[in-house]
């Protein structure tokens, strides 16, 4: 079945400091890597859409600048939030789309982020 | 109002009873449904999916579409105590999104012995 890594799973770091998570789909090649933030007992709110080799499209009231996605290839995704604050800290899940999969979405285990 | 709309619970069910799970919709566009099932700390992982109207089971899993109400649901029989989770709905449109899945809240179930 499709397996998707992501790493880390909890991180916490200092109020100014940088944080980067990654994402990889396994055993096979995601043209579209979703991230989204989850608080407490709420749904998943989508960050940003990013398809390989291209810039990612941000969800509204998203700061591109602060949450940067990078798809350099088939297989990995990354979401550094940079200059990370308090109210960042927050449950971070990465999902994988597979092409022509009307239903392949894979999603990793997720990552804490607490920003002291 | 919200695309999807789903009751966030708690549910709590004694073992063995049938679950009910429901979510409306408002995008008569939506053509793929999915239910997904998230324990604590976790990401979503795939438990049913269908297209467009209909029925489709899986073991103790039936997953029901009633487009013309905008209405799905997730049935599950004989429940456990390891079916304690948090269960989304999901939905897309066929054509364009960008392939973006539309969530529902999620409703936390708990099964107790």
């Known amino acids: 079945g499709a397996v998707v890594s992501q790493h880390p799973s909890r991180v916490i770091c200092k109020s100014g400091t940088s944080v980067k998570i990654e994402c990889r789909s396994l055993?096979?090649?995601?043209?579209?890597m979703f991230w989204y933030r989850q608080f407490p007992k709420q749904s998943l709110m989508l960050m940003a859409t990013?398809?390989?080799?291209?810039?990612?499209?941000?969800e509204q009231g998203v700061e591109k600048d602060k949450f940067l996605i990078n798809h350099a290839s088939l297989t990995l995704s990354t979401l550094t939030v940079t200059s990370a604050h308090p109210e960042d800290s927050s449950f971070y899940i990465c999902?994988?789309?597979?092409?022509?999969?009307?239903?392949?979405?894979?999603f990793g285990s997720g990552t804490r982020l607490t920003v002291v | 109002q919200k695309e999807v709309e789903q009751d966030p619970g708690p549910l709590s069910v004694p073992e063995g009873a049938i679950v009910s799970l429901n979510c409306t919709y408002s995008n008569s566009a939506f053509q793929y449904f999915m239910w997904y099932r998230q324990y604590s700390r976790k990401g979503p992982e795939l438990l049913m999916y269908t297209y467009s109207s209909g029925n489709k089971e899986d073991g103790r899993f039936t997953a029901q579409v009633d487009k013309s109400s905008k209405y799905i649901s997730l049935f599950i029989r004989d429940s456990q105590p390891s079916d304690s989770a948090t269960y989304l709905c999901?939905?897309?449109?066929?054509?364009?999104?960008?392939?973006?899945?539309?969530f529902g809240t999620g409703t936390q179930l708990k099964v107790e012995l």
């Open positions: 999902s994988a789309h597979r092409a022509g999969k009307n239903y392949g979405y894979t």
């Open positions: 990013s398809n390989e080799g291209s810039k990612a499209t941000y």
């Open positions: 055993d096979f090649q995601a043209t579209t």
């Open positions: 999901a939905m897309r449109t066929s054509t364009g999104g960008g392939n973006k899945l539309t």
